[in-house]
């Protein structure tokens, strides 16, 4: 049974790989040209989020960029496991409008991290400071991208049949991706909160499609009044 289940899998990765791998690199591509001209071009002035007692009690870990660089591999899953066209075109639509939110949330009130003395700027992070830098905080996408990923899975996996293990693996792997944003110190709590928040207004409305795609209503039942009996 583990066996079928795994060459389920390997078999819907398979499946139209070609056009899944140019959707993927596109979309990313787009996404990043877009991110960094909003960041780096401001049209407002920026703010800088205020910290909370929370921020100050997180232990910075700088090999949390682990994780935190897993997100471009995990949102990538979905799209990988997916056979039927109706689920890629869902997919499609949610992800562009998750970004085009996110990125009207940093065009129009733009946000930084603010830079706090003491907070350690360790050698494993600061490449990413310097390629990324503190803006376009929040929304937090890295969050909202990881929710939305976490849900799509969720689906993929009960389809497969997948068993515990792979649900806990999957929510352990989120969990993971969004806690590292704060142990890197590239996001404060608020921005994970409100990440956090995008992430799952837009997937639940999501799902909500799905699930009435994938069962629609059923029709509804001929009446069983004989049709002589209503004249």
Known sequence: MKRDRRAAMLERVAVRWPMKAFANTAGLAAFFVAYF??????????????LLA????????PLAIVPYATLWVYVSLPLALMTRSFEYRS???????????????????????????????????????????????????????AVFSWAWLRWLIAEIGGRAWLHFGNAAWCLAIILSTLAIRQHVILDVVAGAALGAAVVALNMAWLRRRSHPLAPPRPSSIPSSATR
């Open 54 to 61: 929370l921020d100050w009690w997180i232990p910075h870990i």
């Open 37 to 50: 001209w909003i960041q780096n071009n401001p049209q407002y002035e920026v703010t800088n989020m205020p």
């Open 91 to 145: 997919f499609g639509v949610a992800a562009a409008a998750l970004s085009v939110l996110g990125l009207g949330c940093f065009y129009f009130w733009p946000t930084s991290v603010p830079f706090v003395a003491g907070w350690s700027d360790a050698s494993a992070t600061s490449f990413l400071r310097n390629v990324d830098g503190s803006g376009n905080a929040c929304p937090s996408l890295h969050v909202a991208f």
